[in-house]
């Protein structure tokens, strides 16, 4: 386990990637904005220099975790899934810091939370773990599953807790099928920014768009454990990761000067999340973009912006980009970093033509994440040649872009003649877990060559 001591505090980077230069008449302006957050203390990371970094005064934020388990009737079906579940909660409670506020939740068409009960949170220390892994063993399956009102406890829980970083892990087995989908938009709805959390899906007869919506809402990380007896490993790396969390709420700020359009906001590295609809004004021309919880990682964000029309030899600013921590006692944001999106008209026209690699390299894994999307949904729907296509051009992109993961998924659900020019066949049978996983995994990106 890493030293969570009170020198572990992280300081953020901010890094610009752009083409400045735009035609006479040109007005779209792309920016991958690159943040990196480093000596929180989970991965070693070197302290950064130079003005663009901002070290956090303070010390390791203080942590609460809820965990949902499914307990709906199928996770008997077959009974080592139960069992399984049960270990790996179990292996996840055996990663949380001594210190941290925790709660386990039963989740079926009702939510239950089994330890520490009565709307409290317990603190993890030797005895509590007992306790609870007690209260794991108790566990059984029966009933129906209404995702929304497990998520609805586990943020009255971690509401109640008086700490910086709040995250929840759901495990389900199956489909969302005792409340209305409105309900478990509306739960999400109520639950975004308040915490984060991870998503799994155990087996094969859940819904992908139901967990990666969970995991998209909530800021978190979607994937499958086809397997049920890889779930304990899948845990703990959770748990490790939530516990390398040191600062949450950190929010992307735009501003853009007058006559400036904010055209879309995406991260595009290490997953595709769209966050162009989640901004939440700022003042004047200025808006913020969730981003979540930090520890030691990087990201990137590709932002497009519309300048007005200007002159060769003009040159504007088209977007300052901050990062903002809120201040919780109500007082004024700090800016923990910040970077400059430029625009510059040129008649150089091998200047004004050229493609930052950053820019083109995240376009086309924006484009790969949703090619596959479209070409499962295609072929789900019996519309081969459609799905032939679409897959054909996302196995094209990920052999350009080096994305071998996903090269890899693809190739269990196509034969690839002819990886450059995206030629492929569709197998006639595709085993459910493997079609399962090239679509719970389709936004996971890879960062461009250098």
Same mark, same amino acid.
């Given at each position: ?29 792309? *920016? ?7 000596? !929180?203390? +989970?991965? =070693?990371?070197?302290?950064?220099? *130079? ?22 009737? @199928? ?13 790996? +909660? ?57 995702? =929304? ?18 995250? =929840? ?16 938009? #509306? ?10 959390? &991870? ?5 094969? &007869? ?5 967990? +990666? ?35 949450? &709420? ?41 981003? !979540? ?11 497009? $912006? ?15 980009? %901050? ?8 007082? #004024?944001?700090?800016?923990? @970093?910040? *970077? ?7 008649? /150089?026209?091998?200047? %004004?033509? %050229? ?27 019996? /519309?081969?040649? =459609? ?6 051009? #996302?196995?094209?992109?990920?052999? #350009?872009? !080096? ?11 196509? &034969?690839? $003649? ?23 995994? %389709? ?8």
């Amino acid at each position: 386990m890493a030293n969570f001591s009170k020198s572990n505090v992280p300081q953020f980077s901010v890094e610009v990637y752009q083409n400045e230069y735009l035609p006479e008449g040109g007005r779209e302006v792309n *920016g991958i904005i690159t943040v990196t957050s480093t000596g !929180g203390g +989970t991965t =070693g990371g070197v302290p950064l220099t *130079g003005a663009t970094a901002t070290r956090l005064p303070g010390g390791a934020a203080d942590a609460a975790v809820v965990i949902m388990v499914d307990c709906s009737g @199928s996770m008997d079906y077959p009974p080592t899934k139960m069992r399984n579940a049960r270990d790996a +909660t179990a292996a996840a409670l055996d990663t949380l810091r001594d210190g941290t506020s925790f709660a386990v939740v039963a989740g079926t068409h009702v939510a239950k939370d089994v330890y520490p009960g009565n709307g409290r949170l317990a603190v993890a220390d030797a005895q509590t773990k007992a306790q609870a892994k007690e209260a794991l063993r108790r566990l059984s399956a029966g009933g129906g599953t209404a995702i =929304g009102t497990w998520l609805r406890l586990a943020d009255r829980l971690l509401g109640a807790a008086d700490v910086e970083i709040r995250h =929840g892990i759901l495990l389900t087995d199956g489909r969302n099928e005792h409340e209305a989908p409105e309900d478990l938009r #509306a739960a999400l709805d109520a639950c975004a920014g308040r915490f984060t959390c &991870d998503a799994r899906g155990v087996g094969t &007869d859940w819904e992908v768009k139901e967990v +990666t919506a969970i995991a998209s809402a909530l800021l978190g990380t979607a994937d499958i454990v086809a397997d049920p007896s890889g779930l304990a490993a899948d845990f703990t790396q959770m748990m490790e990761n939530a516990m390398g969390k040191e600062v949450a &709420d950190v929010a992307l700020r735009l501003w853009t000067p007058v006559g400036v359009q904010i055209k879309f906001v995406k991260q595009v590295a290490p997953t595709v999340a769209e966050l162009t609809d989640r901004r939440t004004e700022a003042g004047p021309r200025a808006g913020d973009y969730p981003t !979540g919880s930090w520890g030691d990682e990087s990201r990137d964000y590709h932002v497009c $912006v519309q300048v007005p029309e200007a002159g060769i030899g003009q040159e504007m600013l088209a977007a300052r980009v %901050s990062l903002i921590l809120p201040d919780p006692a109500g007082g #004024a944001p700090r800016t923990l @970093s910040q *970077g400059l999106v430029r625009a510059v008209w040129t008649d /150089d026209m091998v200047a %004004s033509t %050229s493609i930052n690699p950053q820019v083109a390299h995240y376009t086309g894994q924006a484009e790969l994440a949703q090619v596959i999307q479209q070409g499962l949904d295609a072929r789900k729907s019996g /519309d081969f040649d =459609g799905a032939t296509a679409k897959l054909g051009r #996302a196995v094209q992109l990920a052999s #350009a872009s !080096g994305n071998e993961d996903t090269a890899k998924l693809l190739s269990k659900v196509v &034969d690839v $003649v002819d990886a450059a020019t995206g030629t492929v066949r569709l197998k006639a049978k595709v085993a459910e877990a493997d079609e399962m996983t090239l679509e719970t995994r %389709s936004t996971k990106t890879v960062r461009v060559k250098k």
